[in-house]
C-alpha cells in the first residue's frame, strides 16, 4: 500500500512538472510560437502596438543598441534588407532594450540610422519574453504572428564573408510557400544590458 502511495505521488509530481514548468523555462519563446499583440513607445514617446506596424505578410523585431560596434557593423545591412522585403510586406521593427542607454541615446541613434520604428522595451520585459540576450538578434514572424526564424541575420559579423544570409533565405522561403529548413542560428553581438536586480 505504502508502495502504491509513493508510485501515485511520483507521477503526479511528473504531471505537475510537465503542466507547470518553472518560470525559466515558461519564457523561452520557440520556433512556432505565437506572439500576442504588446505596446510599447516609440522614441518620440508614443505608444505603438505591435499588430499597427506588424507587415501584411511578416515582421521583423530586430534587438538593437546605440553603443554596440556589433550593430553598427551591421546596420547598412538591415537597413537594406527591411528596405528590399518591405516592397514584399515584411516590416521590421527595432527594439531597444538595454537599460544602460537613455530614450534621449536611442532617438538619436535610431533617427540616424534606421528607416523604421524602435520602440523602448525599457524594462527588458519583451526581451524577457522572447528570450533575446543580444544585439542584434532577429525574430522573425508571419502574418499570424507565428514565429518562423530566429537568431542572426546572417554569418559575418564584418558584412565581408557573408555566405549564409539566414534572415533572407527564411524571408524567401516563406515568401514562396515553401518551408524554412533552418530556423535558427545563434545571434552573436552585444550582450543586452538588463536592470540590476
Known amino acids: 500500500m505504502k508502495q ?22 515558461a519564457q523561452t519563446f520557440t520556433i512556432g510560437s505565437a506572439l500576442e499583440n504588446f505596446k510599447l513607445s516609440d522614441t518620440n514617446g508614443k505608444e505603438q502596438s505591435f499588430d499597427g506596424l506588424k507587415g501584411e505578410k511578416g515582421t521583423v523585431l530586430v534587438f538593437l ?18 528596405a528590399d522585403y518591405k516592397a ?3 516590416n521590421f521593427i527595432g527594439i531597444n532594450s538595454n537599460a544602460t542607454e537613455s530614450p534621449e541615446l536611442v532617438k538619436v541613434h535610431a533617427a540616424e540610422h534606421y ?21 542584434p538578434e532577429v525574430y522573425y514572424f508571419d502574418a499570424k504572428n507565428v514565429l518562423l526564424y530566429h537568431g542572426a541575420i546572417d554569418n559575418d559579423r564584418s558584412g ?6 539566414y534572415l533572407k533565405v527564411a524571408f524567401d522561403a516563406s515568401l514562396n510557400g515553401k518551408k524554412i529548413e533552418k530556423t535558427s542560428a545563434n545571434a552573436f553581438g552585444c550582450s543586452i544590458k538588463r536592470k540590476a536586480d
Open 4 to 25: 502504491k502511495s509513493i508510485l501515485l505521488a511520483a507521477i503526479f509530481a511528473v504531471f505537475a512538472f510537465v503542466l507547470c514548468p518553472d518560470e525559466g523555462n
Open 115 to 135: 528607416k523604421f520604428t524602435v520602440l523602448l522595451d525599457k524594462d527588458s520585459i519583451l526581451a524577457d519574453k522572447l528570450g533575446a540576450n543580444v544585439t
Open 65 to 82: 543598441s546605440a553603443q554596440c560596434p556589433v550593430v553598427k557593423g551591421y546596420n547598412d545591412r538591415i537597413n537594406q534588407i527591411a
Open 88 to 90: 514584399n510586406g515584411i
Open 160 to 165: 565581408k564573408n557573408v555566405t549564409e544570409g
